[in-house]
């Protein structure tokens, strides 16, 4: 449900990725694409769910578990080529996680960033040119 806060994306089938999010409208550079929401948790030495894709960090060592609960934000997959990156910031004295567009994005393109050292474990299907089909595995 679009609240006029955020760009309106959808979940969409993506082959060979599985579902991710999708522009229903043009999103400018530069603009607050939606928020990563998660039950907050303590980074643990290992994760316990093998190919959980939830996962993300936050720079004080928080991770949110976006599994169970969650926003739509959670199904931005991973690429090589990223149109979004995740930020954070403080709001009302709590940190919080959020997409920022890194370039425009038409309607129909699909919503992608890097995790690099954010997520606990994943594998990049981007496609891309020069794709490193991997990014960061904490579980070891």
Not at 16 to 39: E, K, N, S, W
Not at 62 to 84: F, K, Q
Request: glycine residues 12%; positive net charge; charged residues 20%.
């Amino acid at each position: 449900k679009k609240s006029g806060k955020w760009p309106a994306v959808h979940i969409d089938i993506f082959p060979g990725m599985g579902l991710g999010l999708r522009a229903t409208t043009a999103i400018a550079a530069g603009r607050f694409v939606g928020p990563y929401y998660g039950r907050a948790k303590s980074m643990p030495k290992r994760c316990s769910r093998k190919g959980h894709h939830y996962l993300v960090g936050m720079d004080n060592g928080v991770i949110l578990d976006a599994a169970r609960e969650g926003s739509l934000m959670r199904y931005v997959n991973t690429s090589c080529a990223p149109n979004v990156q995740l930020v954070q910031k403080a709001i009302d004295g709590r940190d919080e996680l959020f997409y920022v567009s890194t370039q425009n994005i038409s309607a129909g393109e699909d919503i992608t960033t890097s995790y690099g050292d954010r997520t606990w474990i994943g594998v990049c299907r981007c496609g891309k040119s020069g794709c490193l089909g991997s990014i960061s595995d904490h579980s070891k």
